[in-house]
């Protein structure tokens, strides 16, 4: 049986599909559509279709991008074409931009290597990753994989398949976060901090 | 500085609206509607712009109903429309169905009252009720507001706005749930459940 008009059920169900959102969820966030305005609903389903419409992965750096052209990053000219930083996700380009200390481009894979999930070079951009580095514009890489499993080998693997085209591959250094307590750090981040100590 | 190209901020905004989304999440799942093949995300704008043109109340029970008529159940001649349930919200109405055991007709209140944010009875659909109570054709009203404070209020306030029509008003019997533990059961439900303790 049926406890939900058809269409009020549809709503559920699309948001029950979205990640972390379980029926419980869905079904609060389809109640609060209907109780938006009109206009606001519209500018909701709109901005699905717009985003949807209007993004596409930048040519050079496979990031996310509005209209089919380079993006921002790409065609600024005062950014340094020769340092290519490697992230796994346009997320990350977003945390690296907050840095303002960043001079390069990027260069975004859409993923790491998971052989659990079925994910190798091949699902990622690696492919346009090797021919950027080919073309001989880029002098070093630095690989900004998170530092878990699946980031260090997609790291490691990208560094051995690079290093071959002559250009210096770096990896962001491991410590301490800042602000953070000795006391709460984890070996293995206290070990890394050891080992990356600088003469101050 | 924005980190994410206009369309890709505006639908992270919209979901950040969304009740129990922070920022985060709302990033998550824009990136995910960007990640969705074209006719499903297609399809979930289409979802919410159908319900919203689809969905209206009843006019009857005020429950949610798809098109312009009487709902399902104001339409089931099978229906008891001599017994009346009082709920809250739609999602009342959803959890009374799953029992299987209601035979009667519904009024949904949406919401109760609730003075610290400033809705009383006039932003309730309590108009609707007591004209439906007035026209004589029912003969008990059960409520079933919800069993704080106030669900309580409200169930009170309409239990003497409605008596003097000559019906019967019930209140859903308060105990211990079925499949719990007693020693997990709070001294007000304990109490409730022993005043209304009945002979076996």
Chains 1, 2 share one sequence.
Do not use: W
Not at 64 to 69: K, P, V
Not at 135 to 140: N, P
Not at 179 to 191: I, N, R, V
């Amino acid at each position: 049986m049926q406890y939900f008009p058809p269409a009020l059920e549809q709503l559920v169900e699309q948001f029950a599909r979205l990640p972390g959102i379980g029926r419980k969820s869905a079904q609060r966030l389809a109640f609060y559509i209907l109780s938006l305005p009109e206009e606001d609903a519209a500018a909701f389903a709109q901005a699905i279709t717009q985003a949807k419409a209007e993004i596409h992965c930048c040519p050079v750096c496979q990031n996310f991008s509005q209209g089919d052209g380079l993006c921002p990053i790409c065609q600024d000219p005062k950014r340094d074409a020769g340092m290519l930083c490697v992230v796994a996700d346009p997320k990350d380009v977003a945390a690296m931009e907050r840095s303002r200390e960043y001079p390069g481009v990027y260069h975004v894979l859409h993923g790491v290597i998971s052989p659990m999930n079925h994910i190798g070079p091949d699902q990622l951009r690696v492919k346009e990753l090797v021919s950027r580095v080919s073309s001989g514009e880029v002098r070093e890489i630095i690989m900004a994989t998170n530092p878990d499993t699946e980031g260090e080998a997609t790291a490691m693997y990208l560094s051995r398949l690079l290093k071959p085209f002559g250009v210096k591959v770096t990896r962001l250094a491991y410590g301490i976060p800042v602000g953070s307590h000795l006391e709460y750090a984890d070996d293995a981040t206290l070990m890394r901090a050891l080992e990356g100590r600088r003469e101050m």
